[in-house]
């Protein structure tokens, strides 16, 4: 994800400089976005080569937007200002980012709390004593299969099935996360769509130079 967002943002920097344009290649970057969590939502637990894959789409949309973000930042900045807006545009990502860690956890951890409920009913349903049920629950959860092999009644067709209930809920806890995070984005590539481009200002001038541009070399000796 990271080498491909290294790519993308430097792609996306050349064309911006060509093009003098940075609103659709901004939306482009936040439908990107979109199909990576689509894609992400509908594994399942048989999935295995295309989570490997999706994490591309997610590297060159973060690099796009790294790159055009703070660039309509900028170019939406008085002069003076525009150390301030850069910082604050880095700021407010992270802070996008605590909140939506927060977020998502509680979709995540909420799912999980189904977890126990549903491997007690397996081993109900499978025949299980209730004196090992605890043992049952917690071995399945921790991916022991020495302790689930040592529980007195235990059965393969009991491993199997609470390995099963195990990893579905796993998906559907992350299939949550997958799917808050894409409804954050379409609400962003919405708003992408509005933005103005200004073509005047793309251009070679320093907008905060470290000189003024009145002051002439003599008056500086």
């Not at 397996?122 to 991916?143: N, S, T, W």
């Not at 949550?176 to 995070?181: G, K, L, P, R």
Request: hydrophobic residues 50%; aromatic residues 10%; charged residues 15%.
């Amino acid at each position: 994800m990271l080498i491909c967002s290294m790519i993308g943002a430097g792609l996306t920097g050349v064309y911006c400089a060509i093009e003098c344009r940075v609103r659709w290649v901004t939306v482009l970057a936040f439908v990107i976005f979109i199909i990576f969590f689509i894609g992400m939502a509908t594994t399942n637990r048989y999935t295995d080569q295309p989570v490997w894959g999706y994490p591309v789409l997610l590297g060159f949309a973060l690099g796009m937007t790294l790159t055009t973000l703070v660039t309509i930042a900028q170019l939406s900045t008085p002069p003076h200002l525009i150390s301030i807006a850069s910082g604050l545009t880095i700021s407010i990502r992270s802070l996008g980012g605590t909140v939506g860690i927060a977020v998502y956890n509680t979709l995540f951890t909420d799912q999980l709390h189904k977890l126990t409920p549903k491997l007690t009913q397996v081993a109900l349903a499978q025949g299980l004593g209730r004196d090992h049920i605890r043992r049952f629950v917690y071995a399945i959860k921790d991916q022991n299969k020495t302790v689930l092999t040592n529980i007195p009644g235990i059965t393969e067709a009991m491993i199997r099935e609470g390995q099963v209930v195990f990893k579905d809920t796993y998906v559907l806890a992350f299939r949550n996360v997958w799917i808050a995070a894409g409804c954050f984005v379409v609400l962003a590539a919405v708003a992408s769509v509005f933005l103005h481009d200004k073509e005047t200002e793309f251009n070679m001038e320093i907008d905060a130079p470290v000189e003024h541009p009145t002051t002439d070399k003599g008056s500086l000796s």
